[in-house]
């Protein structure tokens, strides 16, 4: 099975994009503030909270996947 094809690659990936944009977002937000613009405080806690909730996204599916590989090394010692 190509990893293309793989689910668990494809929202991990899908994760990462996400996460990535988040985080232009962010640098969009700090740029507009340091022109002199005066964004909405609240778009930047909106913007603080899903990179939170995508970034323990991440690390669950991380998780996830270390699981079968821990065992596997586990069990051939």
Partial sequence: MSANHNPVIQGVRNLTQRFDDLGQQ?????????DGDHPDPSEFVDLLKKQSVTHSALNAQFTLLQKPLKTVLSETR
């Fill in 26 to 34: 962010l640098a969009d937000f700090n740029r507009r503030q340091a």
